[in-house]
């Protein structure tokens, strides 16, 4: 099996075959060297899009037809387990922030967030944008049709944020449980991402935030650890803390640039 086959078979397969092209290019290219077996090459590449996009999806993530916003973002593990506090969670936020101007938002790594639009709705009265940036074309594609309905441009797209920056303007960008994927993938690439989005996108607001327990409900000391290194690693000159809370299963940081 040589490279152009192995990501040949991924396109084939039912789980990933909708993954942005150049994320599955750079992540066959990666695991293909390290390989001598074609099985060990599939399942090394398997493992990785696992990580980073199946482990948060259920397998009736796309069977959205019908559903209400509640109801979709039960479809995937990291909207749902926020869903008892949410309410909480965006009053935390805009409360924070303080600020009815907001005309643009820049999600990052969205998944099912965009879907959450009703709560947030009464926080952000002048909404123009919204910049849903994730991994899965269809998933894309869902949420442009929901943007169309809601009144909104459609502004859902792709990235491999690992590999690229985005470029869109906002006043506000969303980093929801993303910087530990990110980091695991690439270490020191969730910080990178943070001051480009203050220097390129020019957010006021960021909004960072770490899962607290594991996806199987385990506490780890992970709010703890997750603290300690982001309060660590990001670079003050470039954005102050102006907030910081854990509610529900999520330890939440509102950064202002």
Do not use: W
């Amino acid at each position: 099996m040589n490279l152009d086959e192995l990501i040949a078979e991924v396109k084939k397969s039912k789980n990933y075959s909708s993954l942005y092209q150049p994320l599955i290019n750079r992540i066959c290219s990666e695991e293909f060297s390290k390989y001598k077996k074609d099985r060990e090459k599939m399942k090394a590449v398997k493992n990785r899009f696992h990580v980073i996009y199946g482990a948060f999806f259920s397998a009736n993530t796309k069977n959205i037809k019908n559903a209400n916003e509640t109801e979709l973002l039960k479809l995937n593990a990291s909207t749902y387990e926020r869903l008892p506090s949410i309410d909480e969670f965006y009053k935390f936020i805009f409360d924070s922030i303080n600020d009815t101007q907001i005309k643009s938002i820049l999600d990052v790594g969205c998944g099912f967030n965009p879907f959450a639009l009703p709560y947030m709705r009464s926080y952000l009265p002048n909404l123009e944008y919204y910049y849903a940036l994730d991994i899965d074309t269809e998933l894309s594609a869902m949420l442009n049709l929901y943007f169309e309905r809601s009144g909104l441009p459609k502004l859902a797209s792709c990235i491999d944020i690992i590999a690229e920056n985005p470029e869109q303007k906002a006043d506000i960008a969303f980093l929801f449980k993303v910087i530990p994927t990110i980091e695991n993938c690439k270490k020191g690439r969730g910080f990178e991402l943070i001051e480009h989005i203050c220097d390129n996108c020019g957010a006021k607001y960021i909004i960072a935030t770490f899962p607290v327990k594991t996806l199987c409900g385990r506490d780890k000391g992970m709010a703890e650890n997750y603290a300690a290194l982001f309060e660590k690693n990001i670079n003050y000159d470039r954005v102050s803390i102006t907030a910081k809370n854990i509610i529900g299963n999520e330890l939440t940081y509102v950064l202002r640039n």
